[in-house]
């Protein structure tokens, strides 16, 4: 729609990028209404010109309104941050300006380049895909063009995870900044994306002391850190492995081979319902684990939120530990087990195999009792997941990898049901698989406490 604007010339300053998605669409919706109104002139700057992005900038530093992506419009003494703010909130502002009103305008100025006394090197992370990054870039441009003499170095946080992670921790940053991108570090300093006024100031003064030189080099792990690193994965995949074998999990598990094997067609039909039921059951248990860490890494922007989280975890790992260690002792005076599959889902999933295996194939069924099997028995195994999951999202460097802890973690649980099948395939009987557990299930219970409760410590500890 096209309306009316009563009062005199207006500058409108519209800073985009020519490979801007946002900018765009901003232009075509909105920007192309304005630019019909001889009341409204709008002037285009692409922020690829370092003045540009120079004179946005300034713009946001004598406004204190920093948290800004492109498309950025300012009009009026008023700064629109990003699409959302413009295509909502711009043309409503216009209809409010009054015929009287007068308004200071802004132009860009060239850049004058100052020489370093001596060369400065700074390391730039960011994300691929990221916002913040792009326009950031574009800062770091500006800075190239500002100070001759200046190094800069571009990692992707992807790739680079372990070098920023060591900078920031050798730093000492707070546990909730580290791995954010865009981030800047000079030296022993972190700029994040409203400090590059004072990124700026800090080159100039590291250039009057000396210079520096290739810094982050200095933080590549030494031969302990990485044998630490390396640790965190079979603990990891051995969290899995004590999940896998909880005696939950391989209940239904060997019910489901007895059905295989009363059906009396052979190793083949164990082979297939086997590969079937074990897919279903690492698919279905990793994204149970993945929905669960978003959810946590979505709870974990809201700092005190977080904590709590954290917390109530850690001190749920503990007491589940403790319940568990109990459990040892009451199978050992031979009284019922605290921690169990409860028997009326354990009917349930009975009932399911049941009816599922009469009607569908053997691929087909497998899978099916496998997922439901995951379903019903998460409120026994996920004892050890969920903490194992708050372990992983609370610290930063496994944040980060995520997705591979989570299957390193997975094929951990999977493992004794692939190790079971194996053996049924080549003839082991269900007596055998029962007096297995039978023996072991005390073993069991005390190496899932003694999980739990150090699961639950390191939660605990690492919180502040």
């Known amino acids: ?66 948290n800004n992506t492109i498309p950025v419009v300012y009009v009026a003494d008023s ?42 090197y700074i390391i730039y992370f960011y994300s691929a895909g990221c916002h913040k990054c792009s326009r950031m870039e574009y ?39 580290m791995l954010v991108t865009p981030v800047v570090i000079l030296n022993k300093r972190i700029f994040f994306e409203k400090d590059m006024a004072k990124l700026m100031r800090e080159i100039l003064s590291v250039a009057n002391m000396g210079g520096n030189t290739r810094f982050w080099e200095l933080y590549r792990k030494r031969s302990v850190e990485d044998l630490i690193e390396k640790l965190k994965i079979p603990g990891i995949f051995f969290s899995g492995l004590i999940d896998g074998i909880n005696p939950c999990a391989f209940g239904v598990l060997i019910f489901f081979i007895t059905f295989l094997l009363f059906r009396g067609k052979g190793r083949e039909e164990i082979l297939y319902g086997g590969i079937s039921f074990i897919t279903a059951v690492y698919l279905t248990y990793l994204l149970i684990g993945m929905g669960i860490f978003q959810i946590i890494r979505f709870l974990s922007v809201f700092i005190g939120v977080s904590k709590i989280i954290y917390i109530l975890s850690g001190f749920f790992a503990i007491v589940v530990g403790i319940l568990s260690l109990f459990d040892a002792f009451l199978y050992r005076k031979n009284k019922e087990m605290i921690l169990k599959l409860p028997d009326r889902f354990r009917k349930i999933v009975r009932g399911r195999v049941r009816k ?34 708050t372990m992983i999202a609370q610290n930063p460097h496994l944040k980060l990898r995520a997705l591979s802890m989570l299957i390193i973690y997975n094929i951990g649980f999977i493992a004794p049901s692939i ?46």
């Open 1 to 66: 729609m096209i309306f009316l604007l009563l009062f005199s010339s207006i500058k409108l300053l519209f800073f985009y990028s020519p490979d801007c998605p946002d900018c765009i669409e901003v232009e075509k919706d909105i920007l192309s209404e304005i630019k019909v109104v001889k009341s409204v002139s709008v002037e285009f700057l692409s922020i690829k010109k370092p003045e540009n992005m120079k004179l946005l900038m300034d713009i946001e530093e004598k406004h204190n309104d920093y």
């Open 79 to 120: 700064i629109f941050g990003n699409k959302a703010e413009i295509m909502k909130g711009l043309i409503p502002f216009l209809k409010t300006l009054k015929s009287t009103s007068t308004y200071g305008r802004e132009e860009a100025k060239q850049i004058q380049s100052i020489t370093l006394k001596n060369p400065v």
């Open 139 to 177: 800062e770091l441009k500006l800075l190239r063009s500002k100070f001759r003499g200046l190094k800069i170095e571009m990692k992707d946080v992807n790739k680079n995870g372990n070098l920023l992670y060591s900078i920031e921790k050798s730093i000492g940053i707070k546990k909730e900044k």
């Open 356 to 389: 599922n295996y009469s009607s569908m194939i053997i691929l087909l069924a497998g899978f099916s009792i496998g997922f439901l099997v995951t379903i019903f028995e998460f409120t026994c195994t996920g004892q050890v997941y969920f903490p194992v999951i």
């Open 419 to 464: 190790g079971v099948f194996l053996l049924a395939f080549l003839g082991i009987e269900q007596r055998q698989f029962n007096t297995f557990l039978t023996r072991n299930v005390i073993y069991i219970k005390v190496l899932t406490g003694l999980l739990l409760l150090t699961i639950g410590a390191i939660v605990l500890l690492y919180i502040h």
